[in-house]
Every structure is written in C-alpha cells, then in structure tokens.
C-alpha cells in the first residue's frame, strides 16, 4: 500500500507524495531551551525519530532539520533570573536536551539550527513581508496584519473575522480566542539584556517566536518544504502564524503536509509540579527506568492519540523489550550465530507476510500500534516453534534478520558488537583540550581499533593503549578526526569505537556552511574533505559533530 499521512491541514489522511521523487524534505519543531524537556516532549521527539526511520526504511532520503529555539520570552526570563547571558544560560539546556535524545536511542537530525544564528534572515523575510504589505510598525515593533492574509485560519480553524480591528499580541504563546496581530519583531524594551537584541535595519530588538523557524526552514530546506511537525499545541498560534509570514513573504505554499502529535498525560491527567506527575527524563532513569524502556513506551502508541503515561504501562513496556531479547537470545543460540543454509520455505513466507504487516502499519499514518502487533504476532509464533523444535538454524538466522530488519524502525533492541576499523586503514585524530586552545595532541588509531601514537604539546609518545585507556579521565573538550584519503568505513569504524564508551555517544550534526543539508546524514558517504568533533557535555554525554570545513571556533586550538 502507499505511505498515506494525515494532513493537519486538510484534516484528512492523503497519499503522500514528496516534491522531489525519493527524498523528504521535513521540518520537525524543537525545544525552547529554558529549562529540561520533559517527558510529553521527548513523546513527540520520539515520535518524529520513528517517522524519520521509516522514510529511510521504506527508501527515502531525508533531510531533517531540527529547531534550537534560545531566545523568546521564556528565554530570556530565565537568562535574566539567573544572571547569564541569553547564550551561557541556553546552552546548558542544549547540552541536557542532546543528552536526553541520545539516551534514547534517537538518531541525530540533519540540522539542529539555533535562531540566535540566524536572525539575518529573519530580518530579510520581514523585509519581504514590508514590500507586500503585510507589516505595520508601533510601538517600535514589527507586526504581520493578518487582515492582509486572506487564508489565516485555515490550519487551526481559527476566525479572524471576530478579531477586533487593530488588536495586536506582543505575547509568543496565546489563546485562539486571542486572534490578533502578531509581532514578527519585538522593538528592545528597557531590563531585556543586550545579549538578547540585535541592532538590524528593522532597529534594535529582537525576533519574533514565529518569525524564527520560517526563516530556518526556508533556509536549509527551501521555500515548500514536504513535512513539518510538532504536538497539537504548536497548531495555534505557532503554525497558523508560520504559515501567514512565510507564504506572505514568498507568495508560495509554506508546507504541504502538516502533522501534530497529541499530548502525553500522566494517570490520566495533564502533567503537572504540583500535582507531583510531572516528569523529566532523568526523573524516570532514578526510578530505575530502563530508557530502551522508555523509548518503547512512547513509540507503542500512535502519534495522533494522547498517551497516557503510568508506571503500569511503563513495566509493560519492559516486558515487552524481555520478550523481544529472550526471542533474540534463543535464535542466537540455536543458529550459533551463523546464517544457515537450512532455513524453510515455509517459515521464510511467514516472516515475510509478518514483515508486510509491520511496513502496512507503518504505512497506514505511522500506526506503530498495527506495526507492533504484526511483530508480536511473529514473536509468538516463532517462539513456538522454538518450542515444539521446528526451527532450524537457517530459520533462527531467518528470525533474527526479521528481528532486526523492524528495529532499524523501532531502535529498542540492543546494539551488537561491532568490528572497529577496516585492515590497512588508520586516521589521524587531534585531541584539544579545551574549545578555547588550551592545548593539543595527536592520536592515530591502528587497524585493530588500538592507539598507535599519541603526542602533545612537548609531550613524548606515549605506548600503545586502547582508543578508550587513552580518552580516559582526560579533560577533553573536543576529538578531532582529521581523515586523509580515508574511505567512509574508516569513519564508521571511528565512531563504533567511539561509541563503545559507555554509556551513550551523542551524535549530532552541526554546520557553518548554506548547503548543509547536502551533507549526507552522518557517517554515511562522508568524503575525505569531512571533519568530525566530537564534544564531551560530561563522563557520559559525548556528542560527535560534522563540518565540511573545520570549525572557526577552534582558531587557538592547534589545529592541523
């Protein structure tokens, strides 16, 4: 069957047929970085890495692009309250927010652009938006007049027709009862701190909440973007007003298929401090939780129904991963590892007709409830035929491939052991110290994943150690991997060294340059030219990140 979505939109489920034949292009919104995200964001978070995974899985390219929103009202409450720069108070919570992603296992975005980097292009959209009269200044602010905006309403069914003329909201966040006009640039008003206004063309200030991942999305992605995502909350006013500056400013259609997870309630009730049902994941991992677990939990239910979160169902999750890993740990046995050359005819027909149930339940709208089902279904059959001694070791390899072939989906089951580095192969790694250049090393890693050098500054070789002895206990703030002439395998037995350390490497992607989204998703088909980082947040967040060219941050750090 074909992929069908629904479209937020249209309010109904659609064939879904990308701009460009084989690739998705798709905007999913991120985090506002004031504070740690908590566990009905990280449902959505989760939710939007599952679709991701199944484009790939059903052959698409994508190219994701995920928002860092650091400067808004919330921001800079908190930048203020606690004396910081909007910048060093953000970027603590950026630094949990990766950690958090990677702990459960969801793979990096392409882009993860932060709107305080980008607020050239935000002025120039509301440049665009003042040529075809969409604008008015007051107050020393910029607001879009959604009265010069037929279409307005369309996506969350709001009337602006009941809107009281000449009614503007200076807020980010409002009710639909609120229809106003939006600011898409906020004039600086006196105790907001200088590290939070620009001096621009449109005056000193800074943008509107709206205002930033329009310009983000049409940078990285274009001006019609395939998908863009986020929980039924962004549908009003986030989205609404998205779409009347973007398309107001280009004359194009913004998105054609939007999509809205729902909310995520704990024992039945909306998540709250002082109810004391209000949960972060690291709440949850003092529990005892297990964050495969976790991740479980929150991808079993369909994105479009709220899921109400208990300790009850998150043991049934647990359960759940047991029954998949105790199946796994049987086949493994019984093939002894190995592919078989035995395996049924009849048993391989089974699989397959499990394996089109899984996709048809990806298929129908992302329904991962209908896709779980048909793997379960699978899992009890052939747990049975364990039992009864029907299975050969062709039919167990047969069975484990199957096992593995729904998890590059679902992302649960534990990782294998893997091989480090191609024979023949080596790469040159820098290791600096600190991201200010307070010093600098050499590591070139031999074809058995070992350390066959290491220099410093003034500092002699050391003796042959392992990539993880080496990295141990030492001050690092970034690793450079500098490869020269290397094949892409290098670099993915780089990183499966690297994430060997326990117990979770981060990898995410970063770039300087326009066409980062050109950059192929990390560690696949990288060329020679790629640099690698990897950053360590602390002993047990590390996150890698790519650059075509190296990163003008480390201009003190020695680099070669």
């Known amino acids: 069957m074909p992929l069908s979505l629904q479209n937020t939109l249209s309010r109904s489920l659609e064939t879904f047929v990308p701009l460009e034949e ?5 905007y999913t919104c991120g985090p506002t970085v004031y504070n740690r995200v908590h566990i009905g964001n990280l449902r959505t978070f989760v939710w939007e890495d599952v679709m991701c995974r199944t484009f790939r899985w059903l052959g698409y390219r994508t190219t994701q692009v995920m928002n860092l929103t650091d400067i808004d009202d919330k921001t800079i409450r ?14 603590k919570h950026v630094e949990t927010f990766f950690l958090d992603l990677a702990t459960l296992g969801v793979a990096p975005a392409d882009v993860y652009p932060r709107a305080t980097d980008h607020i050239e292009e935000m002025v120039e959209i509301v440049r665009k938006l003042e040529e075809r009269g969409h604008t008015y200044e007051s107050d020393g602010s910029v607001w879009f007049r959604i009265a010069s905006f ?12 009941a809107m009281k003329r000449g009614a503007r909201v200076a807020d980010d966040e409002y009710e639909k009862e609120d229809v106003r006009d939006f600011a898409v640039w906020k004039g600086a008003k006196e105790g907001e701190p200088d ?6 063309p449109l005056g000193r200030g800074r943008p509107g909440w709206h205002l930033e991942c329009s310009a983000m999305a049409m940078k990285y992605l274009g001006e019609t973007l395939d998908i ?4 039924v909350d962004n549908i009003f006013p986030h989205h609404e007003n998205e779409i009347a500056q973007s398309e107001g400013a280009t004359g194009k259609a913004f998105v054609r298929t939007w999509m809205h997870a729902e909310h995520l309630v704990v024992d039945g009730e909306k998540m ?4 004391g049902n209000f949960f972060t994941l690291p709440d949850l991992l003092a529990r005892g939780a297990s964050p495969r677990a976790i991740r479980y939990l929150l991808l079993s239910v369909p994105y479009r129904q709220k899921l109400n979160f208990t300790f009850d169902a998150l043991a049934g999750a647990a359960s759940a991963l047991e029954r998949l890993e105790s199946l796994d740990r049987r086949l493994e046995e019984r093939c002894g590892g190995s592919a078989g050359t035995d395996a049924t005819p009849g048993f ?3 699989l397959a007709g499990s394996l089109a149930g899984f996709r048809a339940g990806l298929e129908d709208d992302l329904n991962t409830a209908a896709a779980l089902g048909a793997l379960f279904g699978a899992v009890k059959e052939t747990n049975a035929d364990l039992e009864a001694g029907r299975l050969t070791s062709g039919d167990a390899a047969a069975a484990r491939a199957f096992l593995r072939r729904a998890d590059e989906v679902l992302g649960v089951l534990p990782k294998e052991e893997r091989a480090s580095l191609d024979a023949g192969i080596a790469s040159r790694v820098s290791v600096v110290h ?15 994943g070992t350390v066959a050098s290491r220099s410093g500054q003034g500092s002699a070789e050391a003796p042959l150690v392992s990539l993880d002895d080496a990295l141990a206990g030492q001050p690092v703030t970034f690793i450079k991997i500098d490869v020269e002439g290397a094949e892409p395998e290098v670099l993915r037995g780089a990183a499966r060294i690297l994430r060997e350390r326990r117990p979770v490497v981060a990898a995410c992607l970063y770039h300087r340059q326009e066409d980062l989204w050109r950059i192929p998703r990390l560690l696949r088909d990288l060329s020679p030219d790629h640099r690698l980082y990897l950053r360590r947040y602390s002993d047990e967040c590390w996150e890698l990140v790519c650059y075509a060219v190296p990163d003008e941050r480390l201009v003190d750090a020695g680099r070669p």
């Open 150 to 161: 037929p279409a307005y309403g369309r996506l969350s069914r709001v009337d602006p027709s």
């Open 22 to 26: 084989g690739r998705i292009r798709l």
């Open 272 to 275: 709250s401090k002082s109810k």
């Open 228 to 231: 863009h995502t986020g929980a």
């Open 348 to 350: 391989a027909a089974r």
């Open 78 to 91: 908190g930048a203020v309250a606690e004396g910081l720069s909007l910048r060093e108070f953000t970027q």
């Open 434 to 448: 600190s991201a200010l250049g307070a010093g600098t090393g050499t590591i070139a890693f031999s074809n058995t």
């Open 195 to 200: 590290s939070a206004t620009w001096t621009t």
